[in-house]
T-cell receptor, first 114, second 112 residues
């Protein structure tokens, strides 16, 4: 099956720094990428949807200036958490949608902000 | 917008017992319905999906789900629970070309 590679799988950073998370579709063209956030013992919450070459569409309550999403190619989308704070500590998961309504998830990134 | 309700945030069963995890979707029928499983500190694994081809859907690890339009339900079942089934389970509808919208999840505990 199709593979979505998400890196890093975990990252620890100091408060105030920025962290970039990559999501790559390895064997298909991902026309749409979705980014989710999951707090401990909670469900996945959709943060934003991005289409290749377009600006991302953010869900209500998600700060677009804090969570920068870039989808510059059909195989790569990045999420940058800018000026991270402890409350941004969470599990971030990407999913990539290709042709035919197929949807595949990355393995997730655990972000811990000290 | 699509939404789901997962009844019961925590379900406990004995090993070998029937597993029933409930999921009810919003009144508009979604094109697709999914069940995912998440083991501790891991990503998501697709269990099964409904795509209108058949109302009874069989998935991996012995799980299956039946789409019932009259009840707006898509409950997940497994005849005999294993210890390895202990995990978090999410039901999620999806519209055409849109994101999955996850339910709150149900934690399944299996005791010996």
């Amino acid at each position: 099956g199709a593979v979505v590679s998400q890196h890093p799988s975990w990252v620890i950073c100091k408060s105030g720094t920025s962290v970039k998370i990559e999501c790559r579709s390895l064997d298909f063209q991902a026309t749409t990428m979705f980014w989710y956030r999951q707090f401990p013992k909670q469900s996945l919450m959709l943060m934003a949807t991005s289409n290749e070459g377009s600006k991302a569409t953010y869900e209500q309550g998600v700060e677009k200036d804090k969570f920068l999403i870039n989808h510059a190619s059909l195989t790569l989308s990045t999420l940058t958490v800018t000026s991270a704070h402890p409350e941004d500590s969470s599990f971030y998961i990407c999913s990539a949608g290709g042709i035919g309504e197929k949807l595949f998830f990355g393995s997730g990134t655990q972000l811990s902000v000290l | 917008a699509q939404s789901v309700t997962q009844l019961g945030s925590h379900v406990s069963v004995s090993e070998g017992a029937l597993v029933l995890l409930r999921c009810n979707y919003s009144s508009s029928v979604p094109p697709y319905l999914f069940w995912y499983v998440q083991y501790p500190n891991q990503g998501l694994q697709l269990l099964l999906k409904y795509t209108s081809a058949a109302t009874l859907v069989k998935g991996i690890n012995g799980f299956e789900a039946e789409f019932k339009k009259s009840e707006t339900s898509f409950h997940l079942t497994k005849p005999s629970a294993h210890m390895s089934d202990a995990a978090e389970y999410f039901c999620a509808p999806r519209g055409a070309g849109t994101a999955l919208i996850f339910g709150k999840g149900t934690t399944l505990s299996v005791s010996s």
